[in-house]
């Protein structure tokens, strides 16, 4: 139900836009969020954003650099990466909250998207 899109590869200080698309139900009443996998950490936190997009938060690494906004209208959610860097080399995942406040953690998430790969080189 959650289609992820917009990886791919981009060189270091560049951008790329991934996008999180619902199909069937709706998630207009629930926080969102992105997480990030690599062979080296398990699925890592990057950003979320609450129900109406009124509440946002970023992982340290990403603050200025990635912004999350959503359409509800859409029933997307975006990611903005700016500025990218080789170490946000991952797959990124979206997911839907339980709840409409935004969670950091794995657990506050219910629905999953499947992964959409970023490449950064140096």
């Known amino acids: 139900q959650l289609q992820a899109s917009g990886g791919g590869l981009v060189q270091a200080g560049g951008s790329l836009r991934l996008s999180c698309a619902s199909s069937?139900?709706?998630?207009?009443?629930?926080?969102t969020g992105w997480f990030r996998r690599t062979p080296e950490k398990e699925r890592e936190f990057v950003a979320a954003i609450n129900w109406n997009g009124g509440s946002t938060y970023y992982v340290d690494s990403v603050k200025g650099r990635f912004t999350i906004s959503r359409d509800n209208a859409k029933n997307t959610v975006y990611l903005q990466m700016n500025n990218l860097k080789p170490e946000d080399t991952a797959v990124y995942y979206c997911?839907?909250?339980?709840?409409?406040?935004?969670?950091?953690?794995?657990?506050?998430?219910?629905?999953w998207g499947q992964g959409t790969q970023v490449t950064v080189s140096s």
């Open positions: 069937g139900r709706t998630f207009s009443n629930n926080a």
């Open positions: 997911a839907v909250a339980y709840g409409s406040a935004w969670s950091t953690t794995i657990v506050g998430y219910r629905y």
